[in-house]
């Protein structure tokens, strides 16, 4: 399904001499970046406020479309709203030195539809309203007077003052959603439940023009204005549309066996890292098991970790959808979500972590099965743009079912993720490889690194270069001893492909996921070669110096001895 709105829109004078009142929509031409709709009520005489009114909608349209796709819609607005709350204020201050007369000022509600979310910016009071079903909610709050002879003077104004405070809310967009901005010459008139009644008739266009006429009909004796959107069609969910969610969710608390948290019950405890729990839970719809990963509660408020799990779910339900086999699909959230969390599906089985404990070794067959199977999901994952960055024993599952699956999306990269997640040193460091140790960041060749190193670790029962602790540094001064050497049974041409797959010269490796499921589909008949040694200087650039100071400090010991001993 793809995007589609039905608009209509209405804007009469009524018994006033100007219509100060504008409103307007635009919807985008590219797939998923919606619509911005915009109703302003402009404060002043002598057409002033028809100007500030003018302008503020006409700016607001225009530019907002021009900003760049990667900013979060909230930005976008105020962005737009405080230059043109800065222009007017100036304009203002300066007309009034020369001519005299009220300032130009003007409310301004702004709704922004966008993936399946919704965006609202408002001042003034000017209304945005959403129907909902038999619901009818109102979006924005009045900024004026509470006094029943004061209510048309406003305590906030676009212009009124050089800074301008904006209220925002967000929401999900549905369909069947119908969203309505109204001047103060229809709410001022109608009451709620009339305001829902009339726009729910007719399309779309009559609904506004019912709108308006009844405002006026009813005596209003302001400008009249309705706009009115009703939502047929959503684009699929955005990863600005999980960012938001993720946002407004309560943090789910710490849930215990037998628990229930919108129908699933908990059943076991997986994992606890200090940043993640992972539960497994029964749906309540089918009875299937399956995973809810949650943030721990003292990570609950962190705002980069929020955003960070919406990318995980995002990324998840894309690389499901359009990588095919090799992930875990993630179930699409509950619109009546309580909390913040994300559902996959439960897959029975083991990780090789788990296969090598009490030190059992894979036999050969098996980790050629296993890189198979994890090369070509790799390479479906490279494909899409996305690079894992924490391939590790952990992270490979073999299920009940006999399929291999990637675990574990939470530290990749796809051009998607917010600066903090990538500038987060992710991975494990005993599964790096060199280049990060010295500052290069991780690609497709990292994950194929770590892929390797985890087969000839689970082969041999070592790592090729040895455990790194989270507290040192990686240090490369040896080539890995040959798989062979370690494990007799161990082909050669396995043998070689694991050295290419783990050689300390990147320029050595494998290039590409196809590369390397290319070299175990032909194993033995067609071998790749191993890579050369490497040069000492290259393992060990001080090597050198090692080697000048060795021998200066042995000439030394000779000379001195000659000195002290050896006759003259």
């Not at 302001?222 to 009115?228: I, K, R």
């Not at 229930?260 to 405890?269: H, K, M, N, S």
């Not at 960070?308 to 359009?322: K, N, T």
Request: glycine share 10%; proline share 4%; hydrophobic share 45%.
């Amino acid at each position: 399904m793809s995007f589609e709105v039905e608009i209509g829109y209405q804007s009469q004078r009524g018994p006033r001499e100007l219509n100060e009142d504008f409103g307007g929509v635009v919807a985008s031409d590219e797939g998923g970046r919606g619509l911005i709709a915009a109703l302003a009520d402009g404060v002043s005489g002598g057409g002033r406020g028809l100007e500030a009114a003018q302008t503020t909608v006409m700016g607001l349209l225009a530019d907002y479309f021009a900003a760049p796709e990667t900013w979060e819609t909230t930005v976008v607005l105020d962005r737009l709203i405080t230059a043109q709350n800065a222009w007017l204020a100036d304009h203002n201050r300066r007309r009034h030195g020369r001519e005299g007369g009220g300032a130009a000022l003007t409310t301004l509600t702004a709704l922004a539809l966008r993936g399946q979310t919704w965006t609202l910016a408002h001042v003034g009071d000017t209304r945005a309203w959403l129907l909902r079903g038999d619901d009818a909610l109102q979006l924005s709050q009045d900024h004026a007077y509470d006094h029943p002879d004061q209510r048309s003077r406003l305590t906030r104004a676009i212009g009124l003052d050089d800074t301008v405070r904006v209220d925002y809310g967000q929401g999900e967009v549905r369909v069947g959603d119908c969203y309505l901005l109204t001047s103060d010459g229809v709410h001022g008139v109608l009451k709620p439940a009339r305001i829902a009644a009339l726009a729910r008739q007719g399309s779309a266009a009559q609904a506004a023009a019912a709108l308006v006429a009844a405002a006026i009909a009813g005596g209003g004796r302001d400008n009249a204005t309705a706009l009115v959107i009703r939502v047929a069609g959503l684009d699929a969910r955005r990863l600005d549309d999980e960012r938001a969610e993720m946002k407004r969710l309560p943090a789910a608390a710490a849930l215990k066996v037998g628990e229930l948290i919108d129908g699933y019950r908990i059943t076991a405890l997986v994992a606890d890292s200090g940043v993640h729990r992972l539960y497994q839970a029964r749906d309540p719809g089918t009875g299937a098991l399956v995973a809810i990963k949650t943030l721990s509660p003292g990570r609950a408020s962190d705002l980069d970790e929020r955003a960070m799990l919406a990318h995980e779910a995002w990324l998840g339900s894309r690389v499901a959808d359009q990588a095919g086999a090799g992930f875990v699909r993630v179930h699409e959230r509950r619109a009546d979500a309580s909390a913040l969390y994300v559902v996959y599906d439960w897959h029975g089985g083991r990780t090789i972590e788990q296969q090598m404990a009490g030190g059992r070794k894979a036999t050969v067959a098996e980790a050629v099965s296993a890189a198979l199977a994890i090369a070509r999901a790799l390479g479906r994952l490279h494909r899409q743009g996305v690079v894992h960055r924490d391939i590790k024993p952990a992270n490979l599952h073999l299920g009940d079912d006999g399929a291999w699956r990637v675990l574990d999306l939470g530290s990749a990269v796809s051009g998607r993720e917010t600066a903090a997640a990538r500038e987060l040193r992710a991975g494990t460091p005993s599964y790096m490889n060199p280049e990060q140790w010295e500052g290069a960041s991780a690609d497709a060749g990292s994950d194929l690194y770590a892929l390797g190193a985890t087969i000839y670790q689970w082969l041999t029962g070592r790592l090729p270069y040895g455990e790194i602790e989270p507290y040192q540094v990686g240090r490369f001064r040896r080539d890995p001893v040959p798989a062979s050497r370690l494990r007799p049974d161990i082909p050669i041409w396995l043998d070689h492909l694991l050295a290419k797959a783990v050689a300390r010269d990147a320029a050595q490796r494998f290039e590409t996921a196809e590369e390397l499921l290319l070299a175990l589909e032909r194993g033995a008949s067609r071998p790749v070669s191993a890579p050369l040694a490497t040069p000492l200087l290259q393992r060990d650039p001080a090597a050198l110096w090692k080697i000048a100071l060795a021998v200066s400090l042995l000439f030394n010991g000779l000379l001195i001895y000659w000195l002290l001993f050896l006759p003259r």
